[in-house]
Nanobody
Framework: QVQLVESGGGLVQAGDSLRLSCAAS????????VGWFRQVPGKEREFGAV????????GVADPVKGRFTSSRDNLKNTVYLQMNNLPLEDTGVYSC????????????????WGQGTQVTVSA
C-alpha cells in the first residue's frame, strides 16, 4: 500500500508561484508513475503533469506547458509540482495519484490517491 499526502497549497495572487509536494509512505515511489490533477467543482478533473516511474521522465499538459514542472526526489520519497505565473483559473484541488510501473492522463486508472491540497489564486 502507498499512502500519499499532498501539501503546499494555499492562497496566492495571480502571477505568483507555488510548489506542491506529494509525500509517500508505505512504499518507495520510484516504481510508481505519479500524476498531478486539478479538480474544480462542477468541472471535470484535469490532468496537469506526470512523473514516470524509474527514469523519472516528465510530461505536462499543453495548457500548462511552460508554467508547470513536475519532478521527484527519491531520497525524500516525494514528487513535486512547481507552478509558476498562476492565473485565476488554476484555482482548484490538486491531487497526485500513483500507479505502479506506469502513468496515465486518466485519473481513474491510478490506484493510489491522496486527499488533495487546495490552491486558490486571487486577483
Amino acid at each position: 500500500q502507498v499512502q500519499l499526502v499532498e501539501s503546499g497549497g494555499g492562497l496566492v495572487q495571480a502571477g505568483d508561484s507555488l510548489r506542491l509536494s506529494c509525500a509517500a509512505s508505505g512504499r518507495t515511489l520510484i516504481t510508481y508513475g505519479v500524476g498531478w490533477f486539478r479538480q474544480v467543482p462542477g468541472k471535470e478533473r484535469e490532468f496537469g503533469a506526470v512523473v514516470s516511474a524509474g527514469t523519472s521522465g516528465t510530461g505536462v499538459a499543453d495548457p500548462v506547458k511552460g508554467r508547470f514542472t513536475s519532478s521527484r526526489d527519491n531520497l525524500k520519497n516525494t514528487v513535486y509540482l512547481q507552478m509558476n505565473n498562476l492565473p485565476l483559473e488554476d484555482t482548484g484541488v490538486y491531487s497526485c495519484p500513483a500507479l505502479r510501473f506506469a502513468f496515465t492522463t486518466n485519473f481513474d486508472e491510478y490506484n493510489y490517491w491522496g486527499q488533495g491540497t487546495q490552491v486558490t489564486v486571487s486577483a
